[in-house]
């Protein structure tokens, strides 16, 4: 081949590569940098690319925000460790998230419980480093504790930035008491960040999510399904959920309340149900989505946390609505009579929480830390005019 042929067949490929690059560079690099690599085979593109767009819009301008950036200042989770539910849990993966990309300056603090047990589920909580007596901060340092928690007054008067996280619905009066008080707010889902008197930005919306061991992404079809319709154990008592049972004496199918069970339990349960029940979900319920994440379709009302899309992509004639119509029965009804089509309507959703996790907390700890940075410098710059 003559020097001529081989340069322009070389320029050719140049051209061909760089264009590529240009093209799909940007959303394959952020979604190699905020997005666990956990494809979902049963969503569709346009569901994979719902979800990317949505963690794409929260993390553009911060999610590689760099502890080379920040001032340095202490980030302590309280910790609570008496019980592993939820809530415990999500505290966990909050330190280990801050740990992973600031190591010199994140802290736990045990305010009750075992540290080992937390340790046991997630051995990178036991690299985080414990504060025995939150005396140790100082001003500017952040604390954060959960939501049921009165706000540290004595840590607020010596200018601690104490966040409240709030990981479920509490009351507006609540939250204007903590505010009062000194204390700041940020979120572990959409809708608890836009309620109860709240309006906080992206930054603040920091959502933990299902672990590995309890996540899925395998086939969605068994021959175990039957017509089981498993009930949120928030709402045991709820009167739509007296209708269900009523409806299940008449019907072919039972209910069970998802309390007491252990995670082999609760699995077998997900691969023999058809049906969720959750309602006024006070926020991202973690029963209700590893039962949708193996399968299980999830019926719901406009109530707290459902009313956010961002946290449920539930399809709209799946929320029960009475006075339109649609109620628990007529709902129920339709699901067990064409379960595999109902069944394949909770892509998105499904596609949400196989992609929401370790790293995307990550990225959300490190746009809520750039906010805070740039907020006190605003501070500093107002100050000093």
């Known amino acids: 081949m003559s020097y001529v042929g081989y340069s322009r067949k070389l320029c050719i490929f140049l051209v061909v590569w760089v264009s590529s690059k240009l093209i799909l560079g940007p959303r394959i690099f952020f979604h190699q940098m905020t997005i666990l690599d956990r494809k979902p085979d049963s969503s569709t593109r346009n569901e994979i690319d719902w979800v990317t767009d949505l963690l794409q819009q929260k993390h553009k301008d911060c999610g590689q925000y760099s502890g080379r950036n920040s001032t340095g200042r202490k980030v302590v989770v309280q910790q609570h460790l008496g019980r592993w539910t939820g809530g415990p849990e999500a505290l966990v993966q909050l330190a280990v998230a801050f740990h992973s990309w600031q190591p010199s300056s994140t802290y736990a603090h045990i305010f009750r419980g075992n540290r080992q047990r937390a340790c046991d589920n997630y051995p990178k909580f036991c690299d985080v480093p414990v504060m025995a007596n939150i005396a140790e901060l100082l001003a500017g340092d952040i604390y954060i504790i959960p939501e049921r928690m009165e706000c540290p007054k004595e840590l607020v008067r010596r200018n601690v930035l104490v966040y409240i996280w709030q990981l479920g619905a509490t009351s507006m009066e609540s939250q204007r008491d903590q505010a009062a008080a000194g204390c700041k707010h940020i979120s572990h889902n959409f809708w608890l960040s836009h309620t109860f008197a709240l309006s906080l930005p992206l930054s603040h919306v920091l959502v933990p999510y299902i672990s590995a061991e309890k996540s899925y992404n395998g086939p969605l079809s068994n021959n175990k399904r039957e017509n089981l319709i498993l009930i949120n154990g928030h709402d045991a008592a ?34 023999r149900a058809k049906i969720i029940a959750a309602f006024c979900m006070r926020g991202s319920e973690r029963t209700p989505i590893e039962a949708v994440l193996r399968g299980v379709v999830l019926i719901t009302n406009s109530c707290q946390s459902a009313e956010d899309e961002r946290d449920f992509p539930v399809p709209k004639n799946n929320f029960v609505h009475p006075s339109m119509g649609n109620t628990i029965e007529t709902i129920t009804e339709r699901v067990l009579n064409n379960f595999s089509s109902e069944q394949a309507k909770y892509g998105k959703m499904r596609a949400l929480y196989l992609k929401v996790g370790s790293e995307t907390l990550a990225a959300d700890t490190r746009c809520f830390i750039e906010a805070v940075e740039t907020s006190e410098s605003n501070l500093e710059k107002v100050s000093q005019v």
């Open 238 to 271: 709820s009167r739509e959920l007296a209708s269900l049972r009523l409806f299940c004496r008449t019907r072919n199918c039972t209910t069970q309340n998802m309390k007491g069970f252990n995670q082999s339990q609760l699995i077998d349960f997900y691969e």
